[in-house]
């Protein structure tokens, strides 16, 4: 069974352009969460996605939005960049409903400059 | 915010040596599952444990569930370099939503 993938695994961005990464879970798979990591703040939850409805979100501004498709495919995008928004985007898919197993994908690294 | 604080921060040991990662909160969680993250990758799941007082084995490594479902605990025996890596904790709350240890970063000397 393939595993969670993420595109572009490498974006350049400059300050104020606006980015959206795409995740692709696990098939089967109807949940999906993104997270920023950075080496001064770890793994930070972004939001979570169930049956294209955003079920859970974190404490980070409306610049960062979301979406899950039917095909539970779901894609971030991020608005207005600023530099502290370099980082590494990790998506994880899991079953949803009461499975408590997430799967990552290999993350995309972003460098706004 | 459920804060799972990680300890130790950082650790260098040579191969072959015994080592015990800590993973504590003040919440109670529904789950709790470690993960070991190599550069530049996602994290892979290594375990889940659910229930309070549970205890993982998967080869070297032994993860262990507080009575209280607040602590973990995952202890490495005999290392080798191929453990090398930052391990993360995660707890999950009763809405399913995660939330990630500070990490360990381990170094494992040949």
């Known amino acids: 069974k393939a595993g969670v993938t993420q595109t572009p695994r490498y974006l350049i961005k400059t300050r104020g352009q606006q980015v959206t990464l795409s995740c692709s879970p696990i098939s089967g798979h109807r949940s999906v969460s993104w997270y920023q990591q950075t080496p001064g703040q770890g793994l930070q939850f972004l939001f979570e996605?169930?049956?294209?409805?955003?079920?859970n979100k974190g404490n980070f501004p409306g610049r960062f939005s979301g979406r899950q498709f039917s095909n539970s495919r779901s894609e971030m995008n991020v608005s207005t960049l600023e530099l502290g928004d370099s980082a590494l985007y990790l998506c994880?898919?899991?079953?949803?409903?009461?499975?408590?197993?997430?799967?990552f994908g290999p993350g995309t690294r972003l460098t706004v400059t | 915010t459920q804060l799972l604080e990680q300890s130790p921060q950082f650790l260098s040991i040579q191969e072959g040596e015994n080592l015990t990662v800590y993973c504590n909160s003040s919440s109670v969680f529904s789950s709790l599952q470690w993960y070991r993250q190599e550069p530049g990758e996602g994290p892979v799941l290594l375990v889940t444990v659910v229930t309070g007082g549970e205890v993982k084995k998967l080869k070297r490594l032994t993860f262990q569930f507080g009575d209280a479902r607040k602590d973990s605990s995952l202890h490495i025996t005999a290392a080798q370099p191929g453990d090398t890596g930052l391990y993360l904790c995660?707890?999950?709350?009763?809405?399913?939503?995660?939330?990630f240890g500070t990490g360990t970063s381990l170094t494992v000397i040949p």
């Open positions: 994880a898919s899991s079953l949803g409903g009461s499975s408590y197993e997430q799967y």
């Open positions: 995660a707890g999950a709350d009763t809405g399913n939503q995660f939330y």
């Open positions: 996605y169930f049956s294209e409805t955003q079920r």
